[in-house]
């Protein structure tokens, strides 16, 4: 939440900012969760309704500080449903936004996201290039490549980490191998944002299908996504 933002009549910190974000209390129960942040949801919902006591509402804006310090990548974040050899030699230099997001999605999916086993699925030393992976030029890596878990459609997949408003780019690779794949990346953060204007409530979001040689070939996300619907058994391996 903007902090130079007056409040409504109405509001309190904690609503202003759910709003702002895009976030349902459901969602911002789950990210308290995943940032290790104890809180009930009978104090939840005391910091979602205007007036109440004067302390139990600086509390809850203490809370809501230190939550979005999470979300804003402001703060180190260890994830609570990956392990550290999961981002392998990139673990130091993901950025923390990112790891957190990818946090939140493992648990909103309940069931294993895992990064691709594809080179370049998480940083790469690319030069100049301006990649989200490049940690080169961007000085940390800002995107991941994860494969969805094979028992989701991954056009539910995809919705889910739309949902989270919590990505800023998101490309949906259904014709990946050994199963569909989602890049998702935390650009809004990143030194120079390939997308003016994208955010986690309005990403930047494609998709990828079987070009000419076996090359990806890039298209809406709507049309990969029907794209695999129409033709499912194609196969295609390949990163973003």
């Not at 789950?30 to 919902?45: F, K, M, P, S, Y």
């Not at 809370?63 to 609570?80: T, Y």
């Not at 895992?114 to 080179?119: D, F, G, H, R």
Request: aromatic share 10%; hydrophobic share 45%.
């Amino acid at each position: 939440m903007n902090k130079a933002r007056e409040l409504k009549p109405g509001e309190t910190f904690w609503s202003a900012a759910l709003a702002e974000r895009g976030w349902t209390a459901e969602q911002a129960a789950r990210l308290l969760r995943c940032a290790r942040i104890g809180v009930t949801d009978e104090q939840l919902a005391a910091w979602l309704r205007p007036g109440g006591d004067a302390y139990e509402q600086a509390q809850g804006r203490a809370i809501l500080a230190e939550l979005l310090k999470r979300v804003d990548g402001k703060a180190s974040h260890a994830p609570r449903w990956f392990a550290r050899d999961e981002f392998r030699e990139w673990v130091d230099m993901m950025h923390p936004a990112l790891l957190f997001a990818l946090d939140v999605l493992r648990d909103a999916l309940n069931a294993p996201v895992v990064i691709s086993p594809a080179k370049g699925s998480l940083g790469r030393r690319m030069g100049m290039s301006t990649s989200l992976h490049n940690a080169d030029f961007h000085g940390m890596v800002y995107a991941a490549d994860v494969l969805l878990p094979a028992s989701y459609g991954v056009d539910w997949g995809f919705d889910v980490a739309r949902d989270l408003r919590l990505f800023s780019g998101i490309g949906v690779y259904p014709f990946w191998k050994p199963r569909a794949g989602l890049h998702l990346d935390a650009r809004h953060l990143s030194p120079l944002n390939p997308s003016k204007g994208a955010t986690p409530r309005t990403p930047a979001t494609w998709g990828a299908v079987p070009g000419a040689g076996g090359r990806q070939e890039y298209v809406s996300a709507a049309a990969a996504l029907a794209r695999f619907d129409a033709d499912g058994q194609r196969s295609f391996s390949g990163a973003s």
